[in-house]
């Protein structure tokens, strides 16, 4: 669980340092598929990823809208607020944890009970997929994208013995 | 572990559905990002998957190209011949695997050492990185694409008392 969350840190900060080098306006343009935008699905992706954490703690969520959030500082300066307490929980994570429920209303106000070991996979999967989308705006703009391998990070050291 | 598997080889086939739908020429138009086109992503990605699951088991891995599975029906059957080795060895994942070395040699002949959890964490974010992709492209065909969603599929049921 943590390698994937580590793989996930390690490459949305390698993406903020490829949007560095992008004009302000089109890491704001409107685009085809996901969530519309460059910058706004790196939003977007902290957001989910806090949010869920903050479920899963039963504590309130993020509720704020990328309009207040829409340039590359503010984005990585709320990712930085937000890492500290995600970086904990996932650090504390046990396998004991997998199967346990949590509670989750629905938008027709029905509640639906899911495991944390799902919503924490939900989680891993969505920033990976959301980074998928950005790989093909990226070749758009011409600009060669981060690459996603997650092999060659050191994540896992194999046992040299 | 296994559920990450799981959640892909069921949004691949959900992908495999969707495809139905689409006119076998825009499955194979190539298109900006990725590996360039629908049907050569999904290709793609059955052929990584196969292909890294014989590395680990020290068997010779797949060579062959797209040009002679450029039809949907055959990617799947190529899927299907594939699918119950890798199901077979993902099955039988223990976390004692996580950080035994597999030795691949490089483009320029020389060997790097893996821990076999990277590479098979590499395989699942691979898939999942692509699909997002897919999401894109989707879009631009004016068609929804396949929820990327891992919730809300039963993978893993929460204990209920």
Redesign the interface.
């Known amino acids: 669980m943590k390698?994937?969350f580590q793989?996930n840190w390690l490459i949305r900060e390698r993406w903020y340092g490829w949007c560095e080098d992008v004009p302000p306006e089109e890491l704001l343009r409107k685009?085809?598929?996901?969530v519309g935008g460059i910058l706004e699905t790196l939003f977007h992706i902290v957001d989910v990823e806090w949010s869920w954490i903050r479920v899963l703690q039963g504590q309130p969520d993020f509720q704020e809208s990328f309009d207040r959030f829409n340039t590359l500082e503010k984005v990585r300066q709320l990712d930085k607020e937000f890492h500290a307490e995600v970086e904990a929980f996932v650090n504390a994570w046990d396998d004991r944890m997998?199967?346990?429920?949590?509670p989750v209303e629905q938008r027709d106000g029905s509640i639906?009970?899911?495991?944390?070991?799902?919503?924490m996979?939900?989680v891993i999967?969505?920033e990976?997929?959301?980074?998928?989308?950005l790989?093909?705006?990226?070749?758009?703009l011409g600009r060669q994208?981060v690459s996603?391998?997650?092999?060659?990070n050191g994540?896992?050291?194999?046992?040299?013995n």
């Open positions: 390698t994937f793989y685009r085809t598929g996901g997998e199967t346990r429920l949590v639906a009970a899911f495991a944390w070991g799902e919503i996979r939900h999967a969505h990976i997929h959301h980074i998928g989308q790989s093909v705006w990226s070749r758009e994208p996603a391998n997650l092999i060659r994540l896992i050291l194999p046992e040299t």
